[in-house]
Nanobody, 123 residues
């Protein structure tokens, strides 16, 4: 499974940012997808996940501000982040896996990570 992430950046508090992840080598629509992040000094955290059937789960810390979506035709997934806070600063990662439940995917303790994409929220 390979991903190409885009959308990294520096944004002011209250701003918005959209992350994208293009998958290659497999059909993304057959899998649950998820966005994870790791803030400095903290463990990885699943923030937004979606099953192949479009059922979603959001961590309490991002609920109402982040939206996960997928475009199966383009084999891509997105994370729309609004009302960003300094505590959202982290390296963000996308993932795809065979979970039937979105929350299960977000709470799964993956041990292998790609390079991710940096999001910094600061004035």
């Amino acid at each position: 499974l390979q991903f190409v992430e885009s959308g990294r950046g520096l944004v002011q508090p209250g701003g918005s940012l959209r992350l994208s992840c293009a998958a290659s080598g497999y059909t993304l629509g057959n899998y649950a997808i998820g966005w994870f992040r790791q803030a400095p000094g903290k463990e990885h955290e699943g923030v937004a996940c979606m099953t192949s059937g479009f059922s979603t789960y959001y961590a309490d810390s991002v609920k109402g501000r982040f939206t996960v979506s997928r475009d199966n035709g383009k084999n891509t997934m997105h994370l729309e982040m609004n009302s960003l806070k300094p505590e959202d600063t982290a390296v963000y990662y996308c993932a795809a896996d065979s979970h039937a439940n979105a929350r299960d995917m977000c709470e799964f303790k993956y041990t292998v990570w790609g390079q991710g994409t940096q999001v910094t929220v600061s004035s």
